[in-house]
């Protein structure tokens, strides 16, 4: 499989994978709304191969378990089916680090539109899936801190946010907390409920390079 059909069929995971979830998913209103507890594996996520195998293990050696991914071009994600009620909890906190860097890649283009770590979150478009959006929250290879940008296979479907880059370094734990719901208006122009899935990935097929990255356990907030 080519790199570039991999990808595609990621964009159109992001696409169509969550038709079912109005119907089968529980709506979720509280303090904090769980995502992950790698403490007990990653029961609830399903891994999604569209180029090789993206190595995804636990790694209890701290105090926290977290999520070791290793990509050697290749493309795998792990996507967890959540709807997360964001008039409740808005706010997506996490940590994570990049163990293994790319090199600075045109992350605009198709050919460099791979990342060393990456999250992502999804507004299931239902029946009409091309509706479906999905906001990325994005370790740059570059310089790119800050900055947003239209995906190159989906630009009216998936909007990148680099909220890391490679001035952060390696092996340093960096925390997030991230308005989820005020980003996906900003983007949309319109008023955003809830989301629907949450997607973890490293990613290196189109580069066909490699990179590594952890995760720590992913939560929502009120605050």
């Known amino acids: 499989m080519s790199a570039t059909l991999g990808k595609r069929k990621l964009v159109l995971l992001a696409l169509s994978l969550f038709l079912g979830l109005l119907c089968s ?4 209103a509280a303090e ?13 996520w399903e891994e999604h191969s569209f180029e090789g195998n993206t190595r995804y293990r636990i790694d209890a050696a701290g105090s926290e378990s977290t999520l070791k991914a290793v ?3 290749s493309a795998s ?10 008039n409740e909890t808005p706010y997506l906190n996490w940590r994570w680090k990049v163990d293994e860097a790319l090199v600075n890649l045109a992350e605009d283009t198709k050919v460099g539109d791979d990342y060393a770590a990456r999250i992502y979150v999804i507004v299931d478009g239902g ?6 959006k999905a906001l990325n929250f994005v370790w740059s290879s570059g310089d790119r ?3 947003r940008w239209p995906n190159a296979f989906a630009p009216d479907n998936a909007l990148m946010v680099a909220l890391r880059d490679r001035s ?8 997030e907390r991230v308005n989820v719901k005020q980003l996906l208006e900003e983007w949309l122009g319109d008023s955003v409920s809830h989301i629907d899935a949450i997607a973890i990935m490293t990613d290196t097929d189109n580069s066909g390079l490699s990179a590594a990255a952890s995760f720590g356990d992913l939560y929502f907030s009120s605050e």
């Open 25 to 28: 998913s529980v709506m979720y």
């Open 32 to 44: 904090v709304v769980k995502v992950s507890d790698f403490a007990l594996g990653v029961t609830g």
């Open 71 to 73: 990509s050697a071009a």
């Open 77 to 86: 994600g792990l996507v967890k089916e959540l709807r997360v009620d964001l």
């Open 127 to 132: 029946w009409l899936f091309w509706r479906t």
């Open 145 to 147: 801190k800050n900055t």
């Open 168 to 175: 952060d370094g390696t092996n340093r734990w960096q925390y």
